[in-house]
């Protein structure tokens, strides 16, 4: 059964502290993604990974970075986290959506920031 | 850039009723990839069905099937014979032909009433 596993379900962290949100993945996937998810805002792309080593933006980035340092793992960090990144984060991977596979998420993280 | 629109905040309807949540989206490419996500309660992301836009024959999955309008960017999701596990946020995507990254619409949420 293909996995998309997301560290925390919930987590509380307090202004300013920096944040490091883990996902992995056991499928072998090359592309990993970072969402997030807002009422009426829908999912939004923050950064993505086609290859270990490799990122690029998102449509929101700011207040973001991200990590892969092996295939399996992408890590999203909230360099110091303020309390309009309280959201539903979601982790994606995919072998390739436009090769007629799917991507595949894991089951979010609700971070609360005060 | 490419946009999703999704104009029905919320809807609900009768079990075993049919019920067409609607789907429109902006793009000046001719090669893309449709889909419909659900996202029950416990958060999980379920691909319901997908659509190349090549293909006119629409996508149909047992009880879901799509009515998709290439001319009018229109991709509506039907959903046949209404069970209280379809209760759930549905969202609509768009991915660009060669290029993994999924844009979503701001999501459907719909309640089956038993």
């Known amino acids: 059964d293909v996995k998309v596993t997301q560290s925390s379900r919930y987590l509380v962290k307090r202004t300013g502290e920096k944040v490091f949100l883990e996902c992995v993945q056991d499928?072998?996937?090359?592309?990993m993604f970072w969402y997030r998810q807002d009422p009426g805002l829908g999912l939004r792309l923050i950064y993505f990974?086609?290859?270990?080593?490799?990122?690029e933006k998102g449509d929101i980035p700011e207040g973001y970075s991200v990590s892969r340092e092996k295939k399996e793992r992408f890590s999203l960090i909230l360099e110091s986290a303020s309390t309009n990144q309280t959201s539903m984060y979601l982790c994606?991977?995919?072998?390739?959506?436009?090769?007629?596979?799917?991507?595949?998420f894991g089951q979010g993280t609700r971070l609360t920031v005060v | 850039a490419q946009t999703v629109t999704q104009s029905q905040p919320e809807m609900s309807v009768q079990e075993a009723e049919t019920v067409t949540l609607s789907c429109t989206y902006d793009?000046?490419?001719?090669?893309?990839?449709l889909f419909w996500y659900k996202q029950p309660p416990s958060r999980q992301m379920i691909l319901v069905i997908r659509?190349?836009?090549?293909?006119?024959q629409n996508a149909t999955e047992n009880r879901f099937s799509v009515n998709f309008q290439k001319a009018a960017k229109s991709f509506s999701l039907k959903i046949s014979d209404s069970q209280l596990g379809d209760t759930a946020m549905y969202f609509c995507?768009?991915?660009?032909?060669?290029?993994?990254?999924?844009?979503f619409g701001t999501g459907t949420r719909l309640t089956i009433i038993p």
């Open positions: 994606a991977s995919s072998s390739g959506v436009s090769r007629n596979t799917e991507a595949f």
């Open positions: 499928m072998d996937h090359e592309n």
């Open positions: 990974s086609y290859d270990v080593k490799m990122k």
């Open positions: 793009t000046s490419e001719n090669n893309y990839y």
């Open positions: 659509q190349e836009a090549y293909k006119q």
């Open positions: 995507a768009f991915c660009l032909f060669g290029n993994e990254k999924l844009t």
